[in-house]
């Protein structure tokens, strides 16, 4: 089930994670500048970069499969 990870913009999880597998954000100023995600409220600041985190490692381990 999705869950709500930016109350400010009422972004999900899931609709998050789909955007950092499509797009190379390295981190969160990237993604503010980048994306209408992240409006610098803080208040789930934690929760994004762990999903900016976890794109990468997926990114990485895509890399070394290839």
Do not use: P
Request: proline share 0%; hydrophobic share 35%.
């Amino acid at each position: 089930m999705a869950e709500v990870v930016c109350l400010c913009n009422e972004v999900l999880d899931v609709d998050l994670r789909e955007y950092l597998d499509t797009h190379t954000i390295d981190s969160i100023e990237e993604l503010r500048d980048q994306a209408s995600i992240c409006n610098k409220c803080m208040q789930c600041q934690d929760l994004v970069e762990g999903e900016i985190y976890l794109a990468r490692v997926r990114r990485q381990r895509a890399a070394g499969q290839c």
